[in-house]
């Protein structure tokens, strides 16, 4: 499976933006996808995933309630729709794929990755 994210740009803080993923290959649908960042100078960290069958998904605390995760299989893309954006969500953010995966928040349980595409959040 390769990994295509896309999306990321500047916008200002309070401003929103949506995040894909296209995936290449069949069984799209079988994968569990996630959705990371880095940070300048920080580890990178979960943001958020959701299930191979997409019925559970899971986000970072300081996401939660800003942030939706949501895939389309006929398209073989998962999303990121990110709303009241702070200058802490000023990362490079990755997605990740696994066979299977119901959530996890391990980067070293997945498979795949994207390349990563740049959110820049101005004040």
């Known amino acids: 499976v390769q990994l295509q994210a896309s999306g990321g740009g500047l916008v200002q803080a309070g401003g929103s933006l949506r995040l894909s993923c296209a995936a290449s290959?069949?069984?799209?649908?079988?994968?569990?996808m996630g959705w990371f960042r880095q940070a300048p100078g920080k580890e990178r960290e979960y943001v958020a995933g959701?299930?191979?069958?997409?019925?559970?998904?899971a986000y970072l605390d300081s996401v939660n309630g800003r942030f939706t995760i949501s895939r389309d299989n006929a398209k073989n893309t998962v999303y990121l729709q990110m709303n009241s954006l702070t200058p802490e969500d000023t990362a490079v953010y990755y997605c990740?794929?696994?066979?299977?995966?119901?959530?996890?928040?391990?980067?070293?349980?997945?498979?795949?990755w994207g390349q990563g595409t740049l959110v820049t959040v101005s004040s």
């Open positions: 959701i299930s191979w069958r997409g019925e559970r998904t």
């Open positions: 990740a794929a696994k066979l299977y995966l119901l959530i996890s928040r391990r980067q070293g349980e997945y498979q795949y």
């Open positions: 290959g069949r069984a799209f649908s079988s994968y569990g």
